[in-house]
């Protein structure tokens, strides 16, 4: 049901007309996670889900997942298993993963992928016509399952057309601000047409973030600058939620490195170069023609683990033999041209329409922030400590570690959409009615102050703003970190606050209101990366210290962080569970890739 509604209140402070949603579940965000969570609720009988998307149908970040989705199907590696599969997520996570949800990933992968066959998915095939399946960096055999280098784009078409099929109801092009909460109980959330400029009240059952990760607020990333901003941790963490594990950001080996004073290249600086490429036989080179990984890694190579080969290159880099634009040479014209265009259909044309032939030529490649393998800490169903408020995909902490194993962000999807779609269908009774209470004291204060922000003539323009925080957190809490740079990045990062309370914003309908809510979400984001990692006085997978650079045993912990009383974080650490015995046994079997075998 909707109705549109306005009144005045407050001593005489009106609230915004805005539109009112009635709902059993909300899912904020339209990709892998938030599709294939909707289609377990309508396949479940929920009928009345909403899915949001920030942007157009099908343009989520999942599109630009390109190498794979894992699940031990052994299509070439008949003795590979999911608990083999859980071991090496372990491994790479360097065992600060929940080991009850990797066994909940890694067990339901092989149906999973099934599944999507069954859908219709254009995987790639054997010539046996099976789901074929390549190596990814630190898996123990080929497990990691491709439709050419375009896996995430198929895979959410494949979801959209599966969710079409079943009627659930999608909106799109709007854009939440805030979650509904009493800290206790989650009722729905507030939020904005970025279209027209409505303003949206959803009274939800449950809500289900899904809202992506926080890779972007660094400068050089993966992801499209209006995107993996930190909206789900930042929503989460303002309703009452805990976050965790946040210190915890993978920097990819390979983004693209650019001159950036090149027009045509420049737009491009940071972004992915798949991990496919190197699964395909791709070679790392140096500016003075050394096949660098043999010194770092001489039994892995380039297929090691990403935030081995995100420091090798990041050393080689610092020492003076990197290349002019500040990266490296990614090879793979060892291959055919024919090949390349095969299983790398969508790199070998990127490069080719910028002028370069990757079959007769390598391109240049650097570290990039790529992932966050932190967010909202959540029970084994996704729910997190705010009752009603669950939290999937790269918005949930738990699956990955300290460092996350590629080819696993695509099955964490689709694996916890179920998971948590059938915890909210055996719960879920009808729309949700956010009370009295939470109206007047949290969503006609919310809406009214977005509303009082618009046409602001500031000091600073919000894009600058946005640049400013982005190049902090490079600077100072990016590959290599130490206590002194990680509390001049806190200091500095006061000073951007600072100025945020200080930026032109246009009206509701303009680029800079929606930026303005993106660097509130980001700063919050940022402080909890920053004092996650002075907390942790050790280097553990991406997180390095330079002044703490071993393990530590007694740093096998997750740190967490809630809202103190009175303003401010509280951070706290908690141990960390103990993998089962099919889990152990793998474990103990020391499951290893041989690169070598691939030459």
Not at 54 to 76: S, V
Not at 385 to 403: C, P
Request: glycine share 12%; net charge negative; with cysteine.
């Amino acid at each position: 049901m909707e109705e549109n509604r306005s009144w005045t209140r407050n001593g005489g402070r009106s609230t915004p007309d805005y539109r009112e949603i009635d709902l059993s579940v909300l899912v904020i965000g339209a990709g892998a996670a938030g599709a294939r969570t909707a289609i377990e609720l309508a396949e479940r009988g929920v009928d009345d889900v909403l899915v949001l998307g920030k942007r157009g149908h099908g343009d989520a970040h999942t599109t630009w997942a390109r190498g794979g989705i894992n699940g031990a199907l052994g299509t070439h590696d008949p003795e590979d298993d999911w608990a083999i599969h859980a071991a090496d997520t372990l491994n790479e996570g360097h065992f600060l993963n929940d080991p009850e949800k990797v066994e909940t990933v890694t067990k339901q992968m092989p149906d999973r992928l099934r599944e999507l066959d069954e859908w219709g998915m254009a995987f790639s095939r054997t010539d046996g016509g099976e789901i074929d399946q390549r190596y990814f960096g630190a898996q123990s055999f080929r497990r990691t399952a491709f439709a050419g280098d375009h896996t995430g784009e198929s895979l959410l078409d494949t979801l959209v057309e599966r969710a079409q099929e079943l009627d659930v109801s999608y909106r799109e092009n709007v854009m939440i601000t805030k979650l509904l909460s009493d800290g206790d109980r989650a009722y729905g959330a507030a939020g904005f047409d970025m279209d027209t400029g409505e303003f949206v009240l959803f009274n939800a059952g449950c809500v289900v973030l899904a809202a992506g990760g926080y890779a972007a607020v660094y400068n050089r990333h993966t992801s499209r600058d209006d995107e993996n901003n930190g909206d789900g941790p930042a929503l989460a963490y303002d309703a009452g939620a805990t976050l965790m594990d946040m210190e915890f950001v993978q920097f990819h080996p390979t983004g693209m490195a650019v001159d950036d004073d090149d027009p045509e290249w420049a737009p491009w600086s940071g972004r992915l170069v798949t991990e496919a490429v190197r699964g395909e036989g791709g070679r790392l080179y140096n500016a003075d023609g050394e096949r660098f990984m043999e010194r770092y890694s001489p039994d892995q190579m380039e297929l090691d683990a990403r935030d081995v080969v995100a420091r090798a290159i990041a050393k080689e880099i610092a020492e003076g033999r990197g290349t002019e634009s500040g990266g490296v040479y990614l090879d793979v014209s060892h291959r055919d041209a024919e090949f390349i265009a095969e299983r790398l259909p969508r790199m070998y044309e990127r490069f080719m329409d910028l002028g370069v032939d990757m079959a007769e030529e390598p391109v240049e490649v650097a570290p990039t922030a790529h992932y966050g393998m932190g967010g909202v800490r959540v029970d084994a169903h996704g729910e997190s400590d705010v009752e009603g408020l669950f939290a999937i995909g790269e918005t949930m902490a738990g699956v990955h570690g300290a460092n996350r194993l590629g080819g696993n962000s695509l099955a964490e999807t689709v694996a916890y959409g179920v998971v948590t779609g059938e915890r909210i269908a055996d719960r879920v009774d009808g729309a949700g009615t956010v009370p009295d209470e939470v109206l007047r004291t949290v969503f006609e204060p919310h809406v009214a102050s977005l509303a009082a922000s618009t046409g602001r003539n500031g000091t600073y323009e919000v894009e600058h703003v946005l640049a400013e925080l982005r190049d902090l957190m490079w600077n100072h809490a990016g590959i290599l970190r130490d206590d002194a740079s990680l509390r001049e990045g806190l200091d500095r990062l006061e000073a951007v606050r600072e100025k945020s309370s200080d930026v032109r914003i246009g009206e509701v309908t303009d680029r800079s209101f929606e930026f303005a809510i993106d660097l509130d979400f980001m700063l919050t984001t940022a402080e909890t990366v920053l004092r996650g990692a002075l907390e942790r006085t050790e280097s553990r997978g991406a997180h390095y210290r330079t002044d703490y650079p071993d393990t530590d045993p007694d740093w096998r912990r997750n740190v967490c962080f809630e809202r103190a009383d009175i303003g401010g974080t509280r951070p706290y650490t908690v141990p960390v569970g103990e993998p089962g015995d099919d889990v152990r046994s793998a474990l103990d079997a020391g499951h290893e890739l041989d690169y070598h075998q691939l030459e």
